[in-house]
Nanobody
Framework: QVQFVESGGGLVQPGGSLRLSCTAS????????MDWFRQAPGRQRELVAT???????NYKDSVKGRFTISRDNAKSTMYLQMNSLKVEDTAVYYC?????????????WGQGTQVTVSS
């Protein structure tokens, strides 16, 4: 059974940092591109950062220079280091795999991890 489990969220003040983790099970993690998404209340889910199976990375413009995506294939885990957090980064963060540019049919979203940036 394919499963994605996100963790590491919490409440942090503006300017603070958090490190999110996404652990996958039921898949050969190393062959997949992986994505971090987030969804704020009342808004659509949006793509935040991506990392390919070869390690190439891309970021949403608003998080460039602040967020760093990485992966540890031996642990089937992906990370999102978030620095200089802003109130507008508040959202539930999710991870998902991609194969040849598309989400894999039948995959379900995990429970996500809540990130709240507030003073």
């Amino acid at each position: 059974q394919v499963q994605f489990v996100e963790s590491g969220g919490g409440l942090v003040q503006p300017g603070g940092s958090l490190r999110l983790s996404c652990t996958a099970s039921g898949i050969i993690f190393s062959v997949y591109d992986m994505d971090w998404f987030r969804q704020a209340p009342g808004r659509q889910r949006e793509l935040v950062a991506t990392i390919s199976s070869s390690g190439s990375v891309n970021y949403k413009d608003s998080v460039k220079g602040r967020f760093t995506i990485s992966r540890d294939n031996a642990k089937s885990t992906m990370y999102l280091q978030m620095n200089s957090l802003k109130v507008e980064d508040t959202a539930v963060y999710y991870c998902m795999r991609r194969w040849r540019g598309s989400q894999v049919k039948g995959d379900s979203w995990g429970q996500g991890t809540q990130v709240t940036v507030s003073s």
